[in-house]
């Protein structure tokens, strides 16, 4: 099969629609297609000491010669930079560099530059424009589409923000060969867990030849890219304030956050999604709600990828991190279950019963 270069999904949600473009060598398209999506004067690039030495030069020049003046705004890479303060200089920049109502921001980066720049455009001004170059496989594939945006708090990940779709997304996949390797494999979580979410085909696709196998090519990576956002689209489209439908994305998320946290973030989010995609599966098959043998298919494929699927903590830490979950509502949760490969359901569980879950998926006697 000879596959397609070029894939563009659209998204519609209720606040805006705009269009999602993955493809190899789009960079340069980036300025064309952000004019003709947001119009406007300048374009405050906004990415962060690792991009922006790689990618940030030729996005300008793209939208220099679109007509827009350009202006580059950068931050320290990393999480622990996903702060107020950090916003804040964002911001400082965008109005000394005069933008208006009608000028767009672009985020050019990983999830933590899709998320500063987002949430600068959300606050500049009461909400300017974005548009999301995603230069990770995480932000293809989940942060730069369906409109989260925020920074870290004291308290926890992602607790200020706001909800703000973008213009347009460009993805370029050929920016994924800078990505590191283990970068790329734990990006490989969140793909694992849209194929358990909605995808049979992608998952067994997967389990033969793994996301990460270096035989992959560039095309073969922007149809699953593709795939990814079409799946991810699909929920947003329904539900994008996440009230109903958009909380199955968390499949994973509330044993993964919480190993996550409990790591100390020594483990990557796509990592501890998987591990903790793997702990909610043998619950669910434990206690009958499954279908025998998907949690086994689950950890296969986590492994396939070279991904965990067991972590050493105790599961009553594991639990003290879970409770503190910020979408806990109350005194349940509601956590997504695994049904089969390809159907999940969301499941409102009391904090005993997810203690239960917790002892049941992520003890050592599970193994
Ligand atoms: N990453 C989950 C969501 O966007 O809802």
Redesign the pocket.
Same mark, same amino acid.
């Given at each position: 099969m000879i596959e397609r270069m070029k894939h563009i999904v659209p998204v519609s949600t209720s606040s805006r629609a705009y269009e999602v473009h993955v493809g190899r060598g789009i960079l340069d398209e980036a300025g064309r297609l952000i004019r003709d999506a947001a119009g406007g004067n300048i374009a405050a690039v906004i990415s962060d000491s690792n991009v922006a030495p790689l990618y940030a030069n030729r996005v300008q020049v793209s939208l220099k010669d679109a007509g827009y003046r350009t202006t580059l705004l950068t931050f320290p890479a990393g999480e622990r930079h996903k702060r107020l303060s950090t916003l804040e200089t964002l911001l400082e920049g965008l109005a000394e560099a005069e933008l208006s109502r009608d000028d767009v921001v672009v985020a050019l980066g990983g999830g933590v530059t899709g998320d500063m720049a987002g949430l600068a455009a959300a606050l500049y001004l009461r909400g300017i424009q974005v548009a999301q170059i995603p230069t990770s496989l995480l932000a293809m594939v989940?942060?730069s +589409?369906?409109? &989260?945006t925020a920074v870290d708090l004291q308290a926890g990940k992602n607790l200020a923000g706001a909800f703000l779709q973008p213009c347009v997304v460009v993805a370029d996949v050929e920016c994924l060969h800078t990505l590191n390797h283990d970068l790329f494999t734990d990006s490989c979580g !969140?793909v694992i867990k849209h194929g358990v979410l909605a995808d049979e085909r992608l998952f067994e696709e997967l389990c033969s030849r793994p996301m990460n196998s270096p035989d992959r090519d560039d095309a073969e990576i922007a149809r699953i890219v593709a795939r990814n956002v079409e799946i &991810?689209r699909d +929920?947003?489209n329904a539900d994008e304030r !996440?009230r109903g439908l958009?909380?199955t994305?968390?499949l994973g998320?509330t044993l993964g956050h919480a190993i996550e946290s409990a790591h100390g973030y020594a483990w990557g989010h796509g990592t501890s999604v998987a591990v903790g995609l793997c702990c909610v599966a043998r619950a669910a098959e434990s206690l009958g709600w499954s279908q025998l043998g998907t949690a086994r298919s689950i950890e296969s494929i986590c492994a396939a990828h070279g991904l965990p699927t067991f972590t050493d903590l105790d599961p009553c830490t594991i639990m003290d991190y879970a409770v503190h979950d910020k979408k806990r509502h109350d005194q349940t949760v509601n956590l997504i279950v695994p049904i089969r490969i390809g159907k999940v359901e969301i499941r409102k569980v009391t904090l005993d019963e997810l203690a239960k879950i917790v002892r049941i998926g992520c003890g050592k006697a599970a193994s």
């Open positions: 989940d942060s +589409v369906g409109g &989260k !969140e &991810k +929920v947003v !996440e958009r909380q994305l968390n998320h």
